[in-house]
């Protein structure tokens, strides 16, 4: 089993469309998980971070996680043509500067 | 916004050349690292790098490479013998605190081997 999973895509949905990225993963000691952009061959760009269970919020992006289920969630809402990226989930666990375990990223496509 | 610069963007080499990929962190950040990806893979660790030694490593970081923090403001991997499945994506990042809020990452420098 990889240690985090999440679906290629790529997703495809119409401007104003509510988004719904996910990954699962397998490594009960993971405590931090963070939702980054890349836009194609550029590094990384972190979105959203979450520690632990819970919702965090940041205008149009919501995550999610949920430790009993080793699942996490990045909802946008309103899509735009501008969100068109692929979207990475990373995470890492409890003790200092531990490396991030990245997902292979799903590639979102907003058309106008 | 401050920002992780790395130079060249990109860089071509032969095979079994020796390349030095430059990345400046952000000014007050104390932890660095660098990734990799190759081409329709995923963001793979290579190295996190504190006060001036290795934290941690990969089994990707062989003996064929090593980090250096030169001076006040550079952190430089070094590939000493090129091979071709070394082309990739390779990515610096910095954070200010170990508590993991996240890195900031550079735009990358592209390696192609030949």
């Known amino acids: 089993q990889k240690e985090v999973e999440q679906d290629p895509g790529p997703l495809s949905v119409p401007e104003g469309a509510i988004v719904s990225l996910n990954c699962t993963y397998s490594n009960s000691a993971f405590q931090y998980f963070m939702w980054y952009r890349q836009y194609s061959r550029k590094g990384p760009e972190l979105l959203m971070y979450?520690?632990?269970?819970g919702n965090k919020e940041d205008g149009r992006f919501t995550a999610q996680v949920d430790k009993s289920s080793k699942y996490i969630s990045l909802f946008i809402r309103d899509s735009q043509p501008s969100d068109s990226a692929t979207y990475l989930c990373a995470m890492s666990g409890n003790t200092g500067f531990q490396k991030l375990v990245f997902g292979t990223g799903t590639r979102l496509l907003v058309s106008p | 916004e401050p920002e992780v610069t790395q130079t060249p963007s990109h860089q071509v080499t032969q095979m079994g050349q020796e390349v030095i990929l430059r990345c400046v962190p952000i000014?007050?950040?104390?932890?660095f690292y660098w990734y990799r990806q190759i081409l329709g893979q995923k963001v793979e660790f290579l190295v996190s790098f504190y006060n001036n030694e290795i934290s941690e490593k990969s089994e990707i970081f062989d003996d064929q490479f090593s980090v250096e923090r030169p001076d006040g403001s550079n952190f430089t991997l070094k590939i000493r013998s090129t091979k071709l499945e070394d082309s990739a994506m390779y990515f610096c990042?910095?954070?200010?605190?170990?508590?993991?809020?996240?890195?900031?990452f550079g735009s990358g420098t592209r390696l192609t081997v030949v």
């Open positions: 979450t520690y632990s269970s």
């Open positions: 990042a910095s954070s200010e605190s170990d508590f993991n809020y996240g890195y900031t």
């Open positions: 000014s007050n950040h104390l932890y």
